[in-house]
T-cell receptor, first 112, second 113 residues
Framework: LAKTTQPISMDSYEGQEVNITCSHNNIATNDYITWYQQFPSQGPRFIIQGYKTKVTNEVASLFIPADRKSSTLSLPRVSLSDTAVYYCLVGDIGTNAGKSTFGDGTTLTVKP | SAVISQKPSRDICQRGTSLTIQCQVDSQVTMMFWYRQQPGQSLTLIATANQGSEATYESGFVIDKFPISRPNLTFSTLTVSNMSPEDSSIYLC??????????FGPGTRLTVT
């Protein structure tokens, strides 16, 4: 399983765009990249998933360069309610999702 | 998507006792997972629970300590046996839905005194 490295913490202000980068140098050909968000006292919540290039949904965008050794979660115009821990996971879609390893995550703090 | 509930939401237990945590899903799922999350830490996978077969445990976790049941496709239990203060943690269940997408329950906050 590919190990991931993320910044431990990030600060931002309301209305700004936030980009959180995850390094996964040992990503395998069959691995997908998935991001989760976790609020205090709640279980993680699926945000977005991708394999290459760019993926966008109503919540975020995920940018994956051609070498796939990193990925960037982009949150447009954050609000105070986006304060949470964000986890990047990498794993083979041929195996079950639960076999992926949660890294340390990035604690995002959005300030007014 | 899937909606997952857990019982109890929290409990305070004495050392040496056992607690069984229930996980209920609103739809039938093949894979269910149990995680542990210690305060301020990331999630650690305990085991994978498949219906009709024994659970598969990750390194560092054993069946005698964390027995798991999976009687049907919507329900699972995790028992934390012979508890010690080191078992104080949040225990979460999750299910796999669709392509590599997990949905998590709200967690059970366990305090062992």
């Amino acid at each position: 399983l590919a190990k991931t490295t993320q910044p431990i913490s990030m600060d931002s202000y309301e209305g700004q765009e936030v980009n959180i980068t995850c390094s996964h140098n040992n990503i395998a050909t069959n691995d997908y990249i998935t991001w989760y968000q976790q609020f205090p006292s709640q279980g993680p919540r699926f945000i977005i998933q991708g394999y290459k290039t760019k993926v966008t949904n109503e919540v975020a965008s995920l940018f994956i360069p051609a070498d796939r050794k990193s990925s960037t979660l982009s949150l447009p115009r954050v609000s105070l309610s986006d304060t949470a821990v964000y986890y990047c996971l990498v794993g083979d879609i041929g195996t079950n999702a639960g076999k992926s390893t949660f890294g340390d995550g990035t604690t995002l703090t959005v300030k007014p | 998507s899937a909606v997952i509930s857990q019982k109890p939401s929290r409990d305070i237990c004495q050392r040496g006792t056992s607690l069984t945590i229930q996980c209920q899903v609103d739809s039938q799922v093949t894979m269910m997972f149990w995680y542990r999350q210690q305060p301020g830490q990331s999630l650690t996978l305990i085991a994978t629970a498949n219906q009709g077969s024994e659970a598969t445990y990750e390194s560092g976790f054993v069946i005698d300590k964390f027995p798991i049941s999976r009687p049907n496709l919507t329900f699972s239990t995790l028992t934390v046996s012979n508890m010690s203060p080191e078992d104080s943690s949040i225990y979460l269940c999750s299910v796999e839905v669709g392509l590599y997408e997990q949905y998590f329950g709200p967690g059970t906050r366990l305090t062992v005194t």
